[in-house]
Nanobody, 115 residues
Framework: QVQLVESGGGLVQPGGSLRLSCAAS????????MGWYRQAPGKQRDLVAT???????NYADSMSGRFAISRDNTKNTVYLQMNSLKPEDTAVYYC?????????WGQGTQVTVSQ
Protein backbone atom coordinates (compact mmCIF):
# COMPACT_ATOMS: atom_id res chain seq x y z
CA GLN A 1 0.00 0.00 0.00
CA VAL A 2 1.10 3.52 -0.81
CA GLN A 3 -0.27 6.68 0.76
CA LEU A 4 0.06 10.07 -0.91
CA VAL A 5 -0.36 13.47 0.68
CA GLU A 6 -0.38 16.60 -1.46
CA SER A 7 0.28 20.11 -0.21
CA GLY A 8 1.09 23.56 -1.51
CA GLY A 9 -2.14 24.56 -3.21
CA GLY A 10 -3.86 27.85 -2.66
CA LEU A 11 -5.00 31.10 -4.19
CA VAL A 12 -2.59 32.92 -6.48
CA GLN A 13 -2.91 35.85 -8.86
CA PRO A 14 -2.48 35.40 -12.60
CA GLY A 15 1.21 35.34 -13.47
CA GLY A 16 2.13 34.00 -10.06
CA SER A 17 3.80 30.76 -9.02
CA LEU A 18 3.07 27.84 -6.74
CA ARG A 19 5.00 24.73 -5.79
CA LEU A 20 3.03 21.60 -5.04
CA SER A 21 4.46 18.70 -3.05
CA CYS A 22 3.38 15.08 -2.89
CA ALA A 23 4.84 12.94 -0.12
CA ALA A 24 4.59 9.18 -0.48
CA SER A 25 4.67 6.69 2.38
CA UNK A 26 4.14 2.97 2.77
CA UNK A 27 5.70 0.55 0.29
CA UNK A 28 7.42 3.30 -1.68
CA UNK A 29 10.05 0.94 -3.07
CA UNK A 30 7.35 -0.47 -5.35
CA UNK A 31 6.70 2.88 -7.04
CA UNK A 32 8.14 3.13 -10.55
CA UNK A 33 6.72 6.48 -11.51
CA MET A 34 4.68 9.34 -10.12
CA GLY A 35 2.75 12.15 -11.66
CA TRP A 36 0.44 15.10 -11.34
CA TYR A 37 -3.03 15.34 -12.81
CA ARG A 38 -5.63 18.04 -12.55
CA GLN A 39 -9.38 18.26 -12.71
CA ALA A 40 -11.31 21.46 -13.26
CA PRO A 41 -15.00 21.69 -12.30
CA GLY A 42 -17.15 19.78 -14.77
CA LYS A 43 -14.17 18.43 -16.68
CA GLN A 44 -12.25 15.18 -16.81
CA ARG A 45 -9.03 14.58 -14.94
CA ASP A 46 -6.09 15.37 -17.22
CA LEU A 47 -2.41 14.61 -17.15
CA VAL A 48 -0.06 17.42 -16.15
CA ALA A 49 3.30 15.64 -15.89
CA THR A 50 4.92 12.39 -14.86
CA UNK A 51 8.38 11.45 -13.67
CA UNK A 52 10.09 8.09 -13.33
CA UNK A 53 12.24 6.96 -10.43
CA UNK A 54 15.31 7.72 -12.52
CA UNK A 55 14.09 11.26 -13.20
CA UNK A 56 12.80 10.99 -16.75
CA UNK A 57 9.85 13.37 -17.12
CA ASN A 58 6.93 13.76 -19.48
CA TYR A 59 4.54 16.70 -19.83
CA ALA A 60 1.19 17.37 -21.37
CA ASP A 61 1.75 19.64 -24.35
CA SER A 62 -0.04 22.61 -22.81
CA MET A 63 2.02 22.45 -19.61
CA SER A 64 5.49 22.28 -21.04
CA GLY A 65 7.52 25.40 -20.40
CA ARG A 66 5.47 26.71 -17.47
CA PHE A 67 5.40 23.66 -15.23
CA ALA A 68 8.31 21.57 -13.98
CA ILE A 69 8.11 18.23 -12.22
CA SER A 70 10.90 16.94 -10.02
CA ARG A 71 11.40 14.35 -7.33
CA ASP A 72 13.53 13.69 -4.29
CA ASN A 73 13.85 9.94 -3.89
CA THR A 74 15.45 10.33 -0.47
CA LYS A 75 12.25 12.00 0.75
CA ASN A 76 9.85 9.99 -1.43
CA THR A 77 8.46 13.32 -2.58
CA VAL A 78 7.47 14.68 -5.98
CA TYR A 79 7.15 18.39 -6.68
CA LEU A 80 5.35 20.43 -9.29
CA GLN A 81 6.67 23.94 -9.83
CA MET A 82 4.04 26.02 -11.59
CA ASN A 83 4.96 29.39 -13.05
CA SER A 84 3.11 32.04 -15.05
CA LEU A 85 -0.17 30.69 -13.77
CA LYS A 86 -3.35 31.45 -15.66
CA PRO A 87 -7.00 31.40 -14.55
CA GLU A 88 -7.49 28.30 -16.69
CA ASP A 89 -4.98 26.48 -14.48
CA THR A 90 -7.57 26.56 -11.70
CA ALA A 91 -8.31 22.98 -10.70
CA VAL A 92 -7.83 20.33 -8.08
CA TYR A 93 -4.37 18.88 -8.55
CA TYR A 94 -3.91 15.20 -7.78
CA CYS A 95 -0.77 13.19 -7.24
CA UNK A 96 -0.61 9.64 -8.58
CA UNK A 97 1.85 6.84 -7.91
CA UNK A 98 2.12 3.78 -10.13
CA UNK A 99 3.36 0.46 -8.83
CA UNK A 100 3.46 -2.86 -10.65
CA UNK A 101 0.36 -3.93 -8.78
CA UNK A 102 -1.81 -0.85 -8.50
CA UNK A 103 -2.15 2.88 -8.92
CA UNK A 104 -2.65 5.20 -5.97
CA TRP A 105 -4.08 8.70 -5.79
CA GLY A 106 -3.78 11.46 -3.27
CA GLN A 107 -6.71 13.44 -1.96
CA GLY A 108 -5.96 16.46 -4.15
CA THR A 109 -5.03 20.04 -3.47
CA GLN A 110 -6.97 23.04 -4.78
CA VAL A 111 -5.21 25.61 -6.94
CA THR A 112 -7.15 28.77 -7.71
CA VAL A 113 -5.75 31.42 -10.04
CA SER A 114 -7.70 34.64 -9.71
CA GLN A 115 -7.32 38.37 -9.12
Amino acid sequence: QVQLVESGGGLVQPGGSLRLSCAASGTTRTIFDMGWYRQAPGKQRDLVATITRSGSSNYADSMSGRFAISRDNTKNTVYLQMNSLKPEDTAVYYCKANTYGAAYWGQGTQVTVSQ
